[in-house]
């Protein structure tokens, strides 16, 4: 048996939905994978796009052997990648976000990482990137300490056990045992990964496997990404207690804290100086960390982080209230 032969058989599978301009750099991304094509399996799955994004595709994979095009009719991205399991023939699956492009080791790493390890689930840091400042500014808070906390695989620069990872790979067998749920429209990742620690298993992010994110390129679609985030995360941590962090909790407390110290302030006379006292602290941490952590050869990025920041962490702790008044009887229903 050959070396090349020896190697597990991988099977990419990606899921868009009006990705027209994302979706070709990410295939290219894929088709330049220094992994042998051989033993490589893609398998793209369009939610009934309306743009040109099934058309791209289609013209992309065309000819290439093991490259598949098909219809998710379902539209939602756990839906394409349970899809796209059920349909794999590799050894070894990696999901695939439309708007990531993977450097060229990216299948090899994760294969040597999984394989070294030993861990049910690899994969590799976010590193976010956009066009624009506002972009430029979006992508370091969502990739920094102070803006997602304690979610370290946002940021991690040594192999390291983490609580859940972007675009997991992981052998067939593992995705066969815990698939998506598809009732999660977002964190569908986090559910799943919260479920295999649940269950025993071992998640591990190593910055040897890079790729790369499109971020979002105004604060409008921050807040919505991020809202949205919040909203589904009540859901996941009603299924998983067992995995809630003080991190997940810290956005709620904040949004409370500022608007509870705001209403007491107007409310009662002695309590005036209580929303110049967190506004003000909060304000404070902030300046502090667009200074910290400003893109040195954009300077606008300091100002357009004193909002990407609050941004961030404002609309994931209000989907999180809006989260736990939607789901409240849920956790009791057990459903």
């Known amino acids: 048996m050959s070396r090349t032969e020896a ?9 868009m939905r009006n ?59 756990a839906a394409a990648w349970n899809a796209g399991i059920a349909a794999a023939t590799g050894d070894i699956i990696g999901i695939v976000s439309a708007h990531a492009e ?21 994969g590799g840091p976010v590193r976010a990137i956009a066009d624009g ?39 067939r067998t593992t995705w066969l045992e815990f698939p998506f749920d598809e009732k999660f429209v977002r964190n569908q990742d986090d559910e799943l990964s919260y479920r295999l620690l649940d269950g025993g298993g071992r998640i591990v992010c190593d910055p040897a496997i890079q790729s790369t994110y499109s971020a979002r390129s105004t604060f409008r679609d921050l807040w919505r990404q991020y809202a949205a985030y919040g909203f589904w995360k009540v859901r996941v941590l009603q299924a998983h207690p067992r ?40 304000g404070m941490a902030t300046a502090a960390a667009a200074a910290h952590y400003r893109n040195r050869n954009e300077p606008i990025t300091a100002l357009l982080l004193l909002i990407a920041f609050p941004v961030l962490h404002l609309a994931y702790g209000t989907g999180m209230i809006r989260g736990l008044w939607r789901f409240r009887r849920s956790a009791n229903q057990g459903s």
């Open 7 to 15: 190697l597990p058989t991988v099977t990419l599978v990606v899921a």
């Open 19 to 77: 990705e027209e301009r994302a979706i070709r750099p990410c295939l290219e991304s894929i088709a330049a994978q220094d992994y042998p094509a051989g033993r490589l399996e893609v398998l793209i799955y369009d939610g009934q796009s309306i743009d040109e994004s099934f058309a791209i595709a289609t013209e992309f994979a065309g000819g290439r052997a093991g490259w598949i095009v098909a219809a998710n009719p379902r539209q939602i991205q």
């Open 133 to 171: 400042p506002v972009g430029s500014a979006i992508a370091i808070a969502t990739s920094s300490p102070f803006g997602v906390g304690g979610a370290r695989h946002h940021y991690l620069t040594e192999r390291s056990d983490v609580d859940t990872v972007f675009m997991g790979l992981a052998r």
């Open 243 to 282: 995995q809630a962090r003080p991190r997940h909790l810290a956005p709620v407390g904040l949004v409370a804290t500022l608007a509870g110290s705001a209403l007491l302030g107007l409310m009662f006379r002695r309590a005036r100086a209580l929303p110049l006292l967190s506004f003000g602290t909060y």
């Open 102 to 122: 993977l450097g060229s080791s990216y299948v090899r790493r994760a294969v040597e990482t999984l394989i070294e390890t030993g861990a049910d689930m690899v």
